[in-house]
């Protein structure tokens, strides 16, 4: 970025604001993330990019060789995430119960930053932003494979579960989640209007989704809880509804 300083003859020159390399990577990465979201990534150009940032093209090259490079960072950001919910799974806890914290962690999150996720996925579930969100949900995939594999061998070595082969199956479950999303969309829609509708609609899924985890690990009925305590989702689906307060306060 530049800025401009005055001559002692009343022009200016521009001054270049020097920051640490992680720092100018961070904000060029924030950038990418926020046009693509918003145009679509196919249709955001390097230049796009390069423009609203205020760097040269040689600056801006030094950290990004291509557009695909960009792409691949903000996956790799959204994976990086993830491992704060993959560190719950190395507790000192039985398999079964690292799981299901690891589930309960993905929900408090998933509450905490309800406003930052509502304005993600109006625009990331959008048809244009198809390859931006199959990368990242390959990226967040690679980083959570390994460890629910691991967790499902610890588990069969525990004598707990009864899954086989364990990267397969920890391949399955993720796959099982992610086939949730045209579910959780139209919730997400419904629940503006009426939560409690769009609370069913998850909640029989979801409850669907749960039976088949336990048959694919060899547990009991009722062992895993992918949603926890219906009041927990109850209370996601109302937050999810409500107006942006601070929206509506800056167009008045």
């Not at 950038?31 to 040269?56: H, P, W």
């Not at 989702?233 to 306060?249: F, K, Q, S, Y």
């Amino acid at each position: 970025m530049r800025m401009r300083r005055e001559r002692p003859d009343g022009s200016t020159a521009k001054i270049r604001v020097l920051k640490p390399p992680a720092v100018r990577r961070g904000e060029l990465i924030d950038c990418a993330q926020a046009m693509f979201l918003s145009r679509g990534y196919e249709r955001t150009t390097i230049n796009d990019v390069i423009m609203a940032t205020g760097l040269s093209k040689g600056a801006f090259y030094h950290y990004f060789r291509s557009k695909e490079d960009l792409l691949e960072a903000i996956a790799a950001r959204f994976a990086g995430q993830s491992l704060g919910f993959v560190a719950t799974l190395q507790a000192d806890r039985d398999a079964l119960a690292s799981l299901n914290l690891m589930l309960s962690v993905g929900r408090e999150w998933k509450l905490e930053h309800m406003r930052e996720l509502r304005a993600m996925f109006t625009t990331l579930l959008k048809p244009e932003n198809a390859v931006l969100y199959q990368r990242i949900v390959e990226a967040v995939f690679a980083v959570l494979t390994p460890a629910l594999a691991a967790i499902i061998e610890r588990g069969q070595a525990e004598g707990a579960f009864a899954a086989g082969d364990t990267q397969v199956a920890a391949e399955t479950l993720l796959w099982l989640s992610n086939g949730r999303r045209p579910v959780v969309i139209e919730a997400l829609v419904i629940a503006e209007t009426d939560p409690d509708a769009a609370l069913a609609m998850v909640v029989r899924r979801v409850r669907a989704e749960e039976a088949l985890v336990d048959r694919i690990l060899g547990l009991p009925p009722g062992s895993v809880k992918l949603i926890g305590a219906e009041r927990e989702l109850a209370v996601m689906m109302r937050t999810w509804g409500e107006p942006d307060h601070e929206t509506n306060e800056e167009a008045v």
